[in-house]
């Protein structure tokens, strides 16, 4: 009976690993972060729109919507994921992307942090930053509890070096972001506002 047990065992945890690190994600998901200026809420929002195209990879769709302009919601690219959060494919509506593809592909999607990055030190090549952003700490932040990842020194749209520093939140019980402060404009951040994932708890 021991041998049997510890058989299933042995057969099972590879598929359980496995689906632990996996991003967890349905199709029909979607993620929307809205802008605030020194905590007053503006009407500009980031979207994440999530299709299931195969067992193991999603097509997200990045749309920023700004009510100030005639027409508000804008498709920004496309990004292919694996099951790990890992862009394997980038189709850009914005001139930016296609200049710079290295800060895309192979990358981390930014709205979710892995299993096994989950820890303080641990370091995320997440897509869009030319380095890897570090988990600095654990807080509280709004109403989550959160892992506190910082960057500093971003390269802009240009190409150039500025001195920014930015800091992004990711909810402790699911790895999904749930907001970003930029430090070096105060009172700029972005917070989870919609969802029908459940992380607004």
């Known amino acids: 009976m021991r041998k049997v047990i510890l058989t299933i065992l042995l057969l099972t945890f590879p598929l359980v690993c496995c689906a632990q690190n996996s991003i967890p ?33 999603y097509k997200v769709i990045w749309n920023e919507e700004d009510y100030s302009k005639d ?28 200049d710079f593809p290295k800060n895309y592909l192979g990358r981390q999607i930014t709205f979710w942090l892995p299993y096994d990055k989950r820890k303080i030190g641990a370091t995320i090549p997440f897509a869009g930053f030319e380095k890897e952003m570090v988990i600095i700490s654990e807080k ?17 749209m240009s190409g150039d070096k500025v001195k920014e520093q930015t800091e992004m939140y990711f909810d402790k019980k699911t790895g999904f972001r749930v907001g970003a402060e930029f430090l070096h404009l105060r009172g700029f951040s972005y917070i989870l506002k919609d969802t029908n994932v459940d992380i607004i708890h």
Do not use: C, H
Request: aromatic share 18%; hydrophobic share 35%; glycine share 4%.
């Open 25 to 57: 994600l349905k199709n029909g998901n979607f993620f929307k972060y809205k802008l605030l200026v020194m905590d007053n809420e503006q009407e500009y929002f980031e979207i994440y729109n999530i299709e299931k195209i195969g067992n193991e990879e």
């Open 71 to 98: 027409k508000p919601l804008r498709p920004l690219a496309e990004f292919i994921i694996n099951k790990n959060g890992k862009i394997i494919k980038v189709t850009s509506y914005e001139i930016y992307f296609s």
């Open 140 to 156: 509280k932040w709004k109403i989550w509890d959160v892992w506190v990842t910082e960057y500093k020194n971003i390269t802009d």
